[in-house]
């Protein structure tokens, strides 16, 4: 004797929208996160820029080359 399934719970695929939902949203939400943390971390840079090639004097009068 053979069962017989409805289609509708025969089928494996019933969750693919719901976890499709959350996964976009969060990538959305990763997304919102990485930008503000981009600003944050511009804004918290900005004393830097009085210095634009990065090169920092050493503290000691001595040149740190070894020579």
């Known amino acids: 004797m053979q ?3 409805p289609t509708d719970k025969a089928r ?3 969750w693919g929208r719901p ?9 959305l939400l990763a997304m919102v996160v990485w ?8 804004k918290i840079e ?3 820029a009085d210095n634009p090639g ?3 004097a050493p503290a000691s ?7």
Do not use: C, H, M
């Open 35 to 42: 930008a503000g943390l981009e600003i944050w971390g511009e």
């Open 3 to 5: 069962k017989t399934i």
């Open 19 to 27: 976890v499709l939902v959350v996964l976009i949203a969060g990538l």
């Open 61 to 67: 009068g001595k040149d740190s080359s070894g020579g």
């Open 46 to 48: 900005a004393p830097a």
């Open 54 to 56: 990065g090169v920092t």
């Open 12 to 14: 494996q695929a019933g």
